[in-house]
């Protein structure tokens, strides 16, 4: 029996990725914030993320599922922020990184003590370079890359048993960018979902969606820091 915890699937990719393990004979735990859209899930929980208590309840969720082979991580939140709110800052530190860190850490110890399984999160291409228009937001997914390669090399050295793989789509069609901001090679959620569980059974690492990001963020990293410095992102409009 193949077993999958989702949190964040309440809309979106997390959402998609939890229907389409569904669809291939998985079972799977579902959490969220909201969980009004989960009633065709067998497990589901209410979990916030910055909840001290969310990874005991992750933990019983896991439990009620019966075990747990694979946790997907798709809870995040984002905004661009160029006059730096320092409430859209703080929330979300706490929501990428933190609450990030609660529960990925509370999935890899219980993978260590049942005979190791997969980790998979989304991450993002922002993590790539420090962006103007969303500071936050760029710095959390930059932790989050990080934090899933130590955790790699961690396991590899305890012999765990863990693999992981870092997905990192650009923008996506879903709610976390209907802010009335216009975006560039928007990328359709469901076919984003196709390719995050294809990437999982293929056990690949790390996973840019999109060739065309992938040809973007390669071109980032060549551009130097001093001239890095001196670009100017701040070129969304808001949408009529």
């Not at 800052?89 to 529960?103: I, K, S, Y």
């Amino acid at each position: 029996m193949k077993r999958a915890i989702v949190v964040g699937a309440s809309s979106g990719i997390g959402l998609e990725v939890a229907r389409l393990l569904k669809k291939q004979g998985w079972t799977v735990g579902v959490a969220a914030r909201r969980i009004d859209k989960l009633a065709e899930f067998e497990h589901s929980a209410r979990i916030d993320v910055n909840d001290q208590e969310a990874g005991q309840k992750l933990l019983a969720l896991i439990e009620a599922v019966g075990g747990m082979q694979l946790y997907f991580h798709a809870s995040g939140i984002g905004k661009q922020n160029s006059e730096l709110n320092e409430d859209i800052e703080l929330n979300t530190v706490e929501t990428n990184g933190m609450g990030f860190t609660r529960m990925v850490g509370t999935a890899f110890r219980y993978l260590a003590l049942h005979g190791g399984g997969h980790i998979a999160v989304i991450s993002s291409i922002a993590g790539t370079k420090g962006l103007g228009p969303a500071p936050s937001y760029s710095a959390t997914k930059a932790f989050q890359n990080t934090y899933i390669q130590s955790l790699e090399q961690l396991s590899n050295a305890r012999k765990l048993g863990i693999r992981f793989t870092d997905i990192r789509p650009g923008f996506v069609d879903t709610d976390l960018l209907n802010d009335g901001n216009s975006y560039p090679l928007l990328l359709n959620k469901a076919n984003v979902a196709r390719d995050i569980v294809r990437s999982i059974e293929k056990h690949r690492h790390v996973r840019v969606i999109d060739w065309r990001w992938r040809i973007i963020t390669w071109v980032w990293r060549k551009i130097p820091r001093v001239a890095w410095r001196h670009l100017n992102l701040l070129s969304f409009r808001k949408s009529s």
